[in-house]
């Protein structure tokens, strides 16, 4: 979809839904709908839905408020950098699906240049020639690519291939144009080398190894110098811990977070490298002072930014770009602009939602913060305004039928243009910025609780005691609220979209009806590669975020370091406590032996075939059960839950269990309708009996007076939903839930990781999850200890797919496969002739006034009250 037509419909429909009541149910209260005038923000919007406006912003999947400051330009696509000729005149946007064309003088849209084949977007890479005739961008499958201007127009140019790795694009990243026009300069991130394009001849003249994973690169007015970020950091040394990232070794520690980030000096004339320095983590784009005095580096997994002396090339400073700095991790410091006279750097804080503004003299400190979209991503500045590319703007909400993207993963980018703020008007931004993001709450979750108080199902501080002693933590794939509990009248529920209802998940129905129907909970995430981040580690990474859609580097789930966020694992944050842990499954990815062995095979429980595990994540291993299968869709749900009650017998036998369970239960992901595997609707009901036999065997145990059991998807891509895309299933079952309720609080990935870290006395492990709210709702303090019983499957678990033609889809790692043919193929396999729902396909805002919410049909307005367009 053009951007220009997404702009139109944006305007025409209204970007905002405006909050005016709650519906009633528990937990609804709040305040009521104001206008968009800019004023100090509610902390805390606990009640809305997603995409529900709050206070003139939009409510997104992490609980925080965007409401980007200045003038808005919104469009389909993640905008991932950007590039203002020297005239300050024209803005070239980089995202995931083309290049835009902006005038930064009107603020309004020229051109939209979709990628030619299948080149397909890289991270990072994008810069403008001196004469503003031409630009360089780096693409996905491993070329240098040119723009021609020829007056106002812009074109695609010459196409430089550039060195490969392992027969396979080397990803380029980060390029430099030298002052002459003649050489350009690409950080190829799988080659761990830069390579010299010579322009005027359209070839590589040569290739220079550097660190692990360059990401950007600067270059010296006199073309003498470049300094290239290295994500990996240094090459590791012999004997040195490592895990590989797209096949090159990381130097990690002992829970296999990287431990390095760099910055290399090469000298061009030379062609080596002749110094490496240390800075922070994930050091991403690099920049350089007119005068060539000064390097400025984002370092995104520490938090700072580092400054260094070019001469003399050490670190001078390092800031930290946290809004407080008592807070833990989050604020993923990604992107840099220096304004023309050297006397402010502006750096984007994707996990914040804000842009820091860094006073570079006399010593360096941020005098504050100014508000953007989700997940700023680029900047770029004339030193009058500032540009700002959002990643993911304000959420999934708009798409048309047939994108590819019509599910959750269709984002809508926002591009912002802010006039650089005084003072006054910095301080009122920061306090806005504070709030938006949740920074109180995220301080509160610090506070330490009194280890004597009384016991209490979710205690209200850290470190106070809890009722419950074992956490189990079931993590299942790929579901909306509506595509399972869509027919449940008592929830906020559509049955047209519900597809695996009662019929087929009747476990799952008896648990939300016996314990509490949660109808306003989201992932975080979209896909497995960030889903299983924010399920295991309540943030993701700079990574995650800009190589989403394409994933030419590698297609993260617990394989590569480089893409994890520098925050623990649930489990290490356990650990590191004295806790016990048990991991059934997450992040295995086995091998099944025979290779030729099929779904059926495994129901003979006598001669099942055998799989062996693989978990790239050593720190995992040591804790993870030996005879339960993590990823492979061959393997049902019931040889998984089989596993797991042979070890949890042995427990009960000797009354001792883990502190914390890790369950993974993936069959609900399904296959879709490859001919000869189960129908996805057995699949589903796989899934379901085992989570039914699961409940009941801990309910039955003699742990369950103390045992919560929180149930939670990965990530809500395959489906639709009513309210929101984002929105899925998560069950809360434990003596102490209430019974028979519906609580539609606004809850998140991060209320479940943040509650179960209070249950187990745990601090947060970063910011969001600090800042996500406790489920205390959930709870009550009489408990009732009647046990589940389990419902047969209804649905034949042996149930195949009609032979026919092979439907294309990749099924060797989660969500591999084109989401939106999936869905199709889900639809047609449940509902048959019934036609499609591509209005309800994704995010979109629809839905809205069962929860007493309406649209706001009139256009976003800037601060100057001037209609967006």
């Known amino acids: 979809?053009?951007?220009?037509?997404?702009?139109?419909?944006?305007?025409?429909?209204?970007?905002?839904?405006?909050?005016?009541?709650?519906?009633?149910?528990?937990?609804?209260?709040?305040?009521?709908?104001?206008?968009?005038?800019?004023?100090?923000?509610?902390?805390?919007?606990?009640?809305?839905?997603?995409?529900?406006?709050?206070?003139?912003?939009?409510?997104?999947?992490?609980?925080?408020?965007?409401?980007?400051?200045?003038?808005?330009?919104?469009?389909?696509?993640?905008?991932?950098?950007?590039?203002?000729?020297?005239?300050?005149?024209?803005?070239?946007?980089?995202?995931?699906?083309?290049?835009?064309?902006?005038?930064?003088?009107?603020?309004?849209?020229?051109?939209?240049?979709?990628?030619?084949?299948?080149?397909?977007?890289?991270?990072?890479?994008?810069?403008?020639?001196?004469?503003?005739?031409?630009?360089?961008?780096?693409?996905?499958?491993?070329?240098?690519?040119?723009?021609?201007?020829?007056?106002?127009?812009?074109?695609?140019?010459?196409?430089?291939?550039?060195?490969?790795?392992?027969?396979?694009?080397?990803?380029?990243?980060?390029?430099?144009?030298?002052?002459?026009?003649?050489?350009?300069?690409?950080?190829?991130?799988?080659?761990?080398?830069?390579?010299?394009?010579?322009?005027?001849?359209?070839?590589?003249?040569?290739?220079?190894?550097?660190?692990?994973?360059?990401?950007?690169?600067?270059?010296?007015?006199?073309?003498?110098?470049?300094?290239?970020?290295?994500?990996?950091?240094?090459?590791?040394?012999?004997?040195?811990?490592?895990?590989?990232?797209?096949?090159?070794?990381?130097?990690?520690?002992?829970?296999?977070?990287?431990?390095?980030?760099?910055?290399?000096?090469?000298?061009?004339?030379?062609?080596?490298?002749?110094?490496?320095?240390?800075?922070?983590?994930?050091?991403?784009?690099?920049?350089?002072?007119?005068?060539?005095?000064?390097?400025?580096?984002?370092?995104?997994?520490?938090?700072?930014?580092?400054?260094?002396?070019?001469?003399?090339?050490?670190?001078?400073?390092?800031?930290?770009?946290?809004?407080?700095?008592?807070?833990?991790?989050?604020?993923?410091?990604?992107?840099?602009?220096?304004?023309?006279?050297?006397?402010?750097?502006?750096?984007?804080?994707?996990?914040?939602?804000?842009?820091?503004?860094?006073?570079?003299?006399?010593?360096?400190?941020?005098?504050?913060?100014?508000?953007?979209?989700?997940?700023?991503?680029?900047?770029?500045?004339?030193?009058?305004?500032?540009?700002?590319?959002?990643?993911?703007?304000?959420?999934?909400?708009?798409?048309?039928?047939?994108?590819?993207?019509?599910?959750?993963?269709?984002?809508?980018?926002?591009?912002?243009?802010?006039?650089?703020?005084?003072?006054?008007?910095?301080?009122?931004?920061?306090?806005?910025?504070?709030?938006?993001?949740?920074?109180?709450?995220?301080?509160?979750?610090?506070?330490?609780?009194?280890?004597?108080?009384?016991?209490?199902?979710?205690?209200?501080?850290?470190?106070?005691?809890?009722?419950?002693?074992?956490?189990?933590?079931v993590l299942k794939e790929n579901r909306t609220y509506d595509q399972v509990f869509g027919d449940l009248k008592q929830g906020n529920g559509d049955p047209n979209l519900c597809i695996y209802g009662r019929e087929v998940t009747p476990n799952h129905h008896a648990l939300a009806e016996s314990f509490v129907l949660l109808d306003n909970y989201y992932c975080n995430g979209i896909v497995s590669a960030d889903g299983h981040q924010w399920a295991t580690q309540g943030i993701t990474s700079d990574y995650q975020e800009k190589a989403f859609g394409e994933w030419t580097r590698s297609y993260d789930f617990g394989t590569d370091p480089l893409a994890f966020a520098p925050t623990p694992f649930l489990w290490d944050h356990a650990l590191i406590r004295g806790l016990s842990f048990r991991n059934y499954g997450e992040f295995d990815f086995p091998t099944i032996e025979p290779a030729t062995a099929k779904w059926d095979d495994f129901h003979d429980a006598k001669q099942r075939p055998r799989f062996i595990q693989n978990i790239p994540l050593e720190a995992l291993r040591t804790y993870t059960s030996p005879t339960f299968p993590g990823w492979e869709m061959r393997i049902p749900d019931q040889v998984r839950v089989d596993a797991f009650l042979k070890e949890f017998r042995e427990s009960e036998a000797s009354g001792q269990w883990p502190s914390l369970i890790l369950v993974y239960l993936p069959q609900d992901h399904t296959r879709g309708a490859t001919p000869g595997a189960p129908t996805p609707r057995a699949h589903l009901a796989d899934n379901d009996l085992a989570l039914g036999r699961l409940v009941e065997a801990i309910s039955k145990s003699r742990f369950w007076k103390d045992t919560c059991i929180f149930v939670n998807e990965d990530d809500p891509q395959d489906g639709f939903d009513h309210v929101d895309g984002h929105r899925s299933l998560c069950l809360v079952i434990s003596p102490y839930t209430k019974r028979g309720r519906v609580i539609s609080r606004f809850y998140n990935q991060g209320s479940v990781l943040h509650t179960m870290e209070r249950m187990l006395g745990l601090p947060p492990m970063n910011q969001l999850d600090g800042a996500a709210p406790t489920m205390e709702a959930c709870f009550t303090g009489k408990p009732d200890f009647r046990p589940f019983a389990a419902l047969p499957a209804r649905v034949p678990l042996d149930e195949k797919n009609p032979a026919g033609t092979p439907i294309g889809m990749d099924f060797s790692r989660p969500d591999r496969i084109d989401d939106n043919a999936l869905n199709h193929v889900l639809w047609v396999a449940e509902k048959g002739a019934i036609p499609y729902p591509s209005a309800f396909s994704g995010a979109h805002g629809k839905g809205l006034k069962r929860l007493s919410l309406r649209l706001d049909a009139r256009p976003t307005l800037d601060d100057d009250g001037d209609d967006d367009d």
């Not at 941020?366 to 680029?378: C, I, K, N, Q």
């Not at 798409?399 to 910095?426: F, I, N, Y």
């Open 1 to 473: 979809m053009k951007a220009a037509h997404v702009i139109s419909l944006i305007l025409a429909l209204g970007a905002l839904a405006v909050r005016a009541a709650m519906p009633a149910h528990e937990g609804a209260a709040g305040p009521t709908a104001e206008s968009a005038a800019r004023q100090a923000p509610e902390s805390a919007p606990r009640q809305a839905a997603v995409g529900a406006a709050h206070r003139g912003g939009t409510l997104v999947a992490t609980g925080q408020t965007v409401r980007p400051a200045g003038q808005v330009i919104a469009f389909s696509g993640r905008p991932l950098d950007v590039a203002l000729t020297s005239d300050g005149k024209v803005l070239l946007v980089k995202t995931d699906e083309g290049v835009l064309v902006v005038d930064a003088v009107t603020w309004t849209q020229r051109q939209s240049l979709p990628y030619v084949a299948k080149d397909g977007a890289s991270m990072h890479g994008l810069a403008v020639a001196r004469d503003g005739r031409s630009a360089w961008l780096s693409v996905g499958n491993g070329l240098l690519v040119e723009l021609r201007r020829d007056g106002d127009t812009w074109a695609w140019g010459r196409r430089i291939p550039l060195p490969s790795r392992d027969k396979g694009s080397a990803y380029p990243c980060g390029v430099a144009l030298a002052a002459d026009g003649r050489t350009a300069l690409v950080a190829l991130s799988r080659a761990n080398s830069l390579a010299v394009v010579d322009l005027a001849e359209a070839r590589v003249a040569g290739e220079i190894p550097v660190g692990v994973a360059p990401y950007g690169v600067a270059i010296t007015p006199d073309g003498r110098r470049a300094f290239v970020s290295n994500w990996g950091g240094r090459r590791p040394g012999a004997g040195a811990r490592t895990m590989l990232s797209a096949g090159t070794p990381v130097q990690v520690d002992d829970r296999g977070l990287p431990t390095s980030g760099t910055v290399s000096q090469v000298d061009l004339v030379a062609r080596v490298v002749t110094a490496e320095v240390a800075v922070g983590l994930h050091p991403s784009q690099v920049l350089l002072d007119a005068e060539s005095q000064r390097i400025f580096v984002a370092n995104a997994n520490s938090d700072t930014v580092s400054i260094l002396d070019a001469a003399a090339f050490t670190v001078r400073d390092t800031v930290s770009l946290r809004p407080d700095p008592a807070l833990p991790f989050g604020s993923l410091p990604n992107a840099l602009a220096l304004t023309p006279d050297g006397r402010r750097l502006l750096v984007a804080n994707g996990g914040n939602n804000a842009v820091g503004v860094v006073e570079l003299q006399p010593k360096a400190k941020v005098a504050g913060f100014l508000p953007t979209g989700w997940f700023p991503a680029a900047l770029a500045t004339d030193g009058r305004s500032l540009f700002i590319a959002n990643a993911k703007g304000d959420g999934s909400r708009l798409g048309e039928p047939g994108h590819r993207k019509w599910a959750v993963g269709l984002q809508r980018g926002t591009l912002q243009k802010v006039v650089l703020p005084s003072a006054d008007e910095l301080k009122a931004y920061t306090g806005e910025v504070s709030a938006l993001s949740l920074v109180p709450e995220a301080l509160r979750a610090l506070e330490r609780g009194r280890a004597g108080a009384k016991p209490v199902p979710v205690p209200a501080r850290a470190g106070a005691p809890s009722v419950f002693k074992h956490v189990v933590y």
